[in-house]
């Protein structure tokens, strides 16, 4: 018996050394593994628009980086809730991962019960940019400049009206941005969709939209629609956009509305994982196919850490909560 506790207790020290060994050398090894597997992308909107064309672009060069197929999964509905939900309830693994956008900000405030946790459920990965929203009307329209319209908004409170693609979009907010920052009452009229809600400013039977980029660029080079202004605090490097004016410069100090993209995996996702992924979309973001693709967006890149990301859309939920809240936009 002695014997046998004896050689056991020789024995041991040189098993602890050789786990300890096995374990130093298995972790770097694992972490090379990722990904060994396709990675999967929701787009939480219908195919086609400015979040598909960012996922689809940025899949190309991840695919070319991470050497796996990258998967593009379109889920609407719930205005992106349906989409965001099925990434909460995914596994931590980076191997699935969501393109957000301003309704991801938007969202805790617009809707009375989320199936998740807005605080919780979510690991910022990167910020890709920021686009603006054009402001637009008819190209028969009486308003040729941003101050024309501003002046008329003023002098006429209520009989004016905006468009949007739907309550909490982009496009609404704007709008509600926009009353409050410059004191007036236009009058909000939403659509099922950007299309239905551009036909009827083409028509004027709507006054104006504070429309997504890519939803108006080429009614604006057709001659259908005439662009007044762009939404965010500096003018746009885009050369369709540049030569348009800010709201806040034509007399709306402060004003600063617009659309983001940005990618979140869920929250528990290890952080090499996530250094890893946010690498590779930085590289992405990038490169020359991706910015020409992009750039009828008006899109400004922002590629950053995933710790900015996460203050940015922490800073966007606060700042449109106010602005919702202000405006009475009732929860749905």
Not at 64 to 70: F, G, K, M, N, T
Request: charged share 15%.
């Amino acid at each position: 018996m002695f014997s046998c506790i004896a050689a056991f207790k020789r024995i041991t020290p040189i098993t602890g050394l050789m786990i300890g060994l096995l374990t130093v050398s298995i972790s770097p090894v694992a972490l090379a593994a990722y990904p060994d597997k396709p990675i999967k992308v929701i787009v939480p909107f219908a195919p086609g628009g400015g979040t598909d064309l960012v996922a689809r672009t940025l899949g190309i060069s991840m695919a070319e980086d991470l050497r796996q197929p990258i998967v593009i999964e379109n889920k609407p509905g719930g205005s992106t809730v349906i989409g965001t939900d099925t990434l909460a309830k995914s596994p931590a693994d980076g191997y699935t991962l969501v393109v957000a956008t301003l309704a991801h900000a938007v969202n805790p405030s617009l809707k009375a019960k989320l199936p998740y946790a807005q605080d919780k459920d979510f690991a910022p990965v990167i910020l890709v940019g920021v686009s603006p929203n054009v402001v637009v009307v008819s190209a028969n329209s009486p308003y040729k400049t941003f101050s024309e319209f501003l002046a008329a908004a003023k002098a006429n409170p209520g009989k004016l009206s905006y468009a949007s693609q739907g309550g909490g979009t982009s496009a609404h907010l704007a709008g509600e941005l926009f009353n409050s920052l410059a004191n007036t009452k236009l009058i909000h009229v939403p659509y099922k969709g950007a299309g239905p809600a551009l036909t009827d400013v083409i028509g004027g039977q709507v006054d104006v939209m504070f429309a997504t980029a890519s939803a108006v660029g080429s009614l604006v080079d057709g001659g259908k629609l005439r662009a007044l202004a762009v939404t965010t605090p500096a003018r746009s490097p885009s050369p369709q956009l540049s030569m348009l004016p800010t709201v806040a410069e034509s007399g709306v100090p402060g004003y600063s509305a617009g659309s983001w993209y940005g990618y979140f995996a869920p929250a528990g996702t290890p952080p090499d994982v996530i250094n890893k992924l946010n690498t590779v979309i930085k590289k992405g973001v990038q490169s020359p196919v991706f910015k020409s693709r992009v750039e009828s967006e008006g899109l400004v890149i922002r590629a950053g850490s995933p710790e900015e990301f996460g203050k940015f859309v922490k800073a966007e939920e606060i700042r449109w909560q106010k602005v919702i809240k202000d405006a009475n936009i009732s929860p749905d």
